[in-house]
């Protein structure tokens, strides 16, 4: 692992999964690392690897110019920081927020952390804890660029890939939104498959290896429509949205004839179907969205 400077310090406020592994990667890296949580003796072990495990949050807010927190939500952030004794404390250094939670919520964090003197940057991670101090981690920032570059060495304490996504300070979060909006329409999808596969007598170990094989179908797509929708285009050439109806409803039929619930699947019939209406059959899938969309519809 790098060395850092004698002078690198960080202060970790939250010992969830994703904390720990955040003040251990820092650890790892030879960052003088403090760290404090709600629940005490969460440190334990981190403290045997050489963290200073403050009292109370403004104790350890102190310890370092750069705090890292690392909780549920917003509201959990607040109950954190957002607390005299702390909010002085922090006074003249920065907060890198890595909790997750809505674009509005980092505004209003940040907004806050302006009127107290506080430096404030947002930021998401787009990988697991296991990840953590390895290079296929993922860290997404936003907020003022002059405080990332100021505090991006430290933050590479951590491994992987670092992104500044913009000054506008809610931008980490909406990207955390969209691409956990992808995963989680996925994993429906996978949930479902499975069911309705094991319905056919097929067992998910023996769907597996071409289900990976449809999810290696997405990057490209991704890659391809990027360019197609930012233009304002939902080319069907190569697949009408006619015909991916026409697949739509096999699954439907399938699902619902063994009495899985397939409402999911219903809801992308739904949107399909109202562009076909709407004279774009010969479309891509991707029209639906502006039945999704009221304001671009
Ligand atoms: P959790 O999301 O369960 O967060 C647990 C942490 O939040 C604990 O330190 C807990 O303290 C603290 N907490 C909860 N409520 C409060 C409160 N009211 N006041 C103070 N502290 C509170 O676990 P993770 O560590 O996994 O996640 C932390 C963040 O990282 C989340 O926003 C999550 O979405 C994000 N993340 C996590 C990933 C993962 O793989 N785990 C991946 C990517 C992002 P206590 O111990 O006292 O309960």
């Not at 992104?163 to 955390?176: I, M, P, Q, S």
């Not at 004839?257 to 076909?276: L, Y």
């Not at 479309?283 to 999704?292: D, K, L, T």
Request: charged share 20%; aromatic share 6%.
């Amino acid at each position: 692992m790098s060395s850092h400077t004698e002078q690198s310090a960080v202060t970790v406020l939250g010992l969830g999964p994703m904390g720990r592994a955040l003040a251990g990667a820092f650890l790892d890296a030879g960052v003088r690392t403090t760290v404090w949580n709600r629940t005490p003796g969460r440190g334990g072990d981190l403290v045997a690897r050489g963290a200073a495990e403050a009292r109370s949050p403004e104790e350890a807010v102190a310890a370092s110019a750069l705090t890292v927190v690392c909780v549920v939500n917003s509201d959990a952030v607040d109950a954190v920081v957002r607390r005299g004794a702390v909010t002085d404390a922090l006074k003249g250094r920065t907060v890198v927020n890595l909790s997750a939670d809505v674009p509005a919520r980092a505004r209003t964090t940040a907004a806050w952390a302006d009127e107290h003197g506080v430096g404030y940057l947002d930021g998401a991670i787009m990988t697991p804890t296991t990840t953590i101090g390895t290079p296929d981690a993922v860290f997404l920032y936003s907020g003022p660029e002059e405080l990332y570059r100021e505090h991006r060495p430290v933050l590479e304490a951590l491994g992987g890939a670092h992104t500044h996504l913009g000054e506008d300070v809610g931008r980490a979060a909406a990207y955390d939104i969209a691409l956990l909006d992808i995963f989680w329409t996925a994993m429906a999808g996978y949930a479902h498959a499975l069911a309705v596969a094991g319905a056919e007598g097929v067992s998910a170990a023996e769907l597996a290896p071409f289900a990976k094989g449809i999810g290696a179908i997405l990057p490209p797509i991704f890659e391809q429509f990027a360019a197609d929708v930012d233009g304002g285009g939902f080319s069907g050439e190569a697949n009408p949205i006619t015909s991916a109806l026409s697949t739509i409803d096999h699954i439907i039929d399938t699902s619902e004839a063994h009495g899985i619930d397939a409402r999911v699947m219903r809801a992308v019939e739904d949107m399909a179907r109202r562009v076909v209406e709407r004279g774009h059959g010969t479309s891509g899938f991707m029209r639906i969205m502006e039945v999704m969309s009221s304001r671009r519809s």
